[in-house]
């Protein structure tokens, strides 16, 4: 109980806010009570660690600023927003999720247009590589693209090679 | 004396055998040839009643599947030159009757790449796309 009275002057002794007699009895407390010590010198600390922190002076103006905040109520929203919106983040989430969702589409998915022009590209590539074989062949193309005229080439003809020099020479 | 005449004749055998293949095949090769003429002939004439039947008798020829690319170049020319002459109908019958006729996948995604090509010009993307799919799928699994 004794003790109860003392650590509750702790703060007030560290403030210099008693008499001298009080601080004497206070003081010879501490000297014989090791918890009330340890509570003072724990308080002791915490001032030392409050006096270390730097200070932000603020501008006189700022306070003005929040209290005017503080007092001032929350502007009236209608009806429908407060029913809709009732919090500013929930359709801001929603659009970006809605965002994340198409680019995911886009990127992700193939869509039908890229496989149509995927199969395009390979439609192309085909005709080119029938155009060159073709023309090798002796088939000319002249009707626009794809297109073959069928002359002097019949796939089933054997080529028949050339005789080397005169065969009628006699060895 | 014994083993060497049985040699001998075994040459001659397989020498006869591969001579007979050889004559078989040029007569094959032979009627192909005419007949792929006349397919042609018939399709600048405008006689499209007569050119799958006369078509028919090329693929019904007994091609080994080294040689199929020449039933492949007969159907891509004949129905190139048909697609040529607006009859994509014909055509794509044509390439039909050619894939019954060859075995090799390569050989059925070439057609299978000209059916979607006739099916382009006559502006049938869709199918266009679904042919060309099949030659892809044919193409992957050689």
């Given at each position: ?171 | ?38 397919v042609?002939?018939l399709i600048?004439?405008?006689q499209y009643d007569k050119v799958l039947p006369a078509s028919k008798k090329i693929f ?14 007969h159907a891509r020319l004949a129905s190139a030159s048909l697609s040529?002459q607006k009859n994509f109908t014909l055509a794509q019958q044509l390439l039909d009757e050619a894939l019954k006729a ?9 057609l299978y790449?000209e059916k979607?090509l006739i099916c382009?010009?006559n502006?049938q993307?869709?199918q266009?796309?679904?042919f ?11």
């Open positions: 109980m004794e003790c109860r009275i003392y650590t509750e002057s702790l703060t007030a002794l560290m403030d210099g806010e008693l008499a001298g007699e009080e601080v004497s009895t206070i003081r010879a407390h501490l000297l014989v009570c090791r918890s009330c010590d340890a509570e003072y010198r724990s308080l002791l600390y915490s001032y030392e660690l409050v006096g270390k922190a730097q200070l932000i002076d603020s501008q006189p103006s700022a306070w003005t600023v929040i209290e005017s905040r503080i007092r001032t109520p929350k502007e009236d929203r209608g009806f429908l927003r407060r029913f809709f919106f009732p919090n500013i983040w929930v359709p801001i989430t929603a659009v970006a999720a809605l965002v994340l969702f198409t680019s995911f589409l886009f990127l992700f998915v193939p869509s039908s247009d890229n496989h149509s022009v995927a199969m395009r590209q390979l439609l192309n590539k085909y005709v080119q590589e029938r155009d060159q074989e073709f023309g090798r062949k002796g088939v000319l193309s002249t009707q626009g693209v794809g297109a073959v005229r069928t002359v002097q080439y019949n796939p089933f003809r054997e080529t028949v090679p050339t005789p080397k020099g005169n065969p009628f020479k006699a060895e | 004396m014994a083993k060497s005449f049985a040699a001998a004749l075994s040459v001659m055998m397989f020498s006869l055998t591969w001579l007979t293949a050889q004559d078989d095949w040029e007569k094959t090769r032979s009627i192909a040839e005419a007949q792929h003429e006349i042609m002939l600048k004439n405008k019904a020829l007994n091609f080994p599947p080294a040689r199929e690319y020449q039933l492949v170049d040529d060859v075995h090799t996948n390569k050989s059925k995604a070439t790449k979607a382009s010009k502006g993307d869709g266009a796309m679904k060309l799919e099949e030659a892809v799928r044919l193409e992957e699994n050689p």
